[in-house]
C-alpha cells in the first residue's frame, strides 16, 4: 500500500512539473496577433451620424491559407499579405438629405502590424502629397482637403473617404466616422 502512494505523489509531482513547465513557455511565447475583420469597421445604415444607404463595392479579407483561394484570386490577394494586409474594403455611403446629389466612398484596409499600416501610410502620402490639406486630429496621421478628401491612420487601420458628387458634409461624416471606427479599435 505504501508503495503505492509513493508512487501516485511522484506521479501527481511529474505532472505539476510538467503543467508548470508548459505554463512557464507559454508565458514566454508571444501572443499570437490578433486578427482584426475589416467588416467591423463598416459603419452601420443606422447610427448615431444618422441613416444611410450603404452599397459595398468590394470586401476582401485575406485568409492564412491562400490554397483556399480561386486561381484568379490568388496573386492580388497574395500581393495583399505581402503588405501586412488582412483585410480591405470600399463602401458607399449616401445620407437621406444628399441621396441624388453626392454619396461618400469609404476605403478600408486592416494591416497586421502598425508598423505594416505606417508604412502603407508613408507610401500612399508622402508629405508633399499632402500640401495644401489640413492636419487631421484622428490617430496617429491624418488629412482633410476640405469637402474633397479625408485620410487617417489609426492604429492598424488606414481609412480613406472621398465625396462624391456634391456631397456637402464630408467633415461631418468624417467625425462620425473617425469617432466609429475608434471604438471599433477599442474593443480590438
Known amino acids: 500500500m505504501l508503495t503505492v502512494v509513493m508512487a501516485a505523489t511522484r506521479t501527481v509531482r511529474v505532472l505539476v512539473i510538467g503543467l508548470l513547465a508548459v505554463l512557464a513557455a507559454c508565458a514566454d ?36 491559407d491562400l490554397s483556399t483561394l480561386s486561381e484568379g484570386e490568388r496573386p492580388m490577394v497574395a500581393t495583399m499579405a505581402g503588405q501586412g494586409i488582412q483585410g480591405s474594403a470600399y463602401w458607399r455611403y449616401w445620407l437621406p ?22 508604412a502603407a501610410w508613408d507610401r500612399r502620402y ?16 491624418g488629412f482633410l482637403l ?3 478628401i ?15 458628387g456634391q456631397a456637402g458634409a464630408l467633415e461631418s461624416f468624417v467625425d462620425h466616422y473617425a469617432a466609429f471606427a475608434r471604438e471599433q479599435a477599442a474593443r480590438r
Open 29 to 64: 511565447s508571444d501572443p499570437a496577433p490578433v486578427v482584426w475583420q475589416v467588416d467591423a469597421f463598416k459603419l452601420p445604415a443606422e447610427s448615431p451620424a444618422g441613416s444611410f444607404r450603404i452599397q459595398d463595392k468590394s470586401i476582401v479579407h485575406v485568409p492564412e
Open 97 to 118: 438629405e444628399e441621396e441624388g446629389r453626392g454619396f461618400y466612398k469609404l476605403k478600408v484596409t486592416v494591416f497586421d502590424s502598425e508598423d505594416a499600416a505606417a
Open 126 to 141: 508622402p508629405p508633399e502629397a499632402l500640401d495644401g490639406t489640413q492636419p487631421l486630429e484622428v490617430g496617429q496621421s
Open 146 to 148: 476640405p469637402g474633397r
Open 150 to 164: 479625408a485620410g487617417f491612420r489609426l492604429q492598424r487601420l488606414m481609412t480613406e473617404i472621398e465625396a462624391g
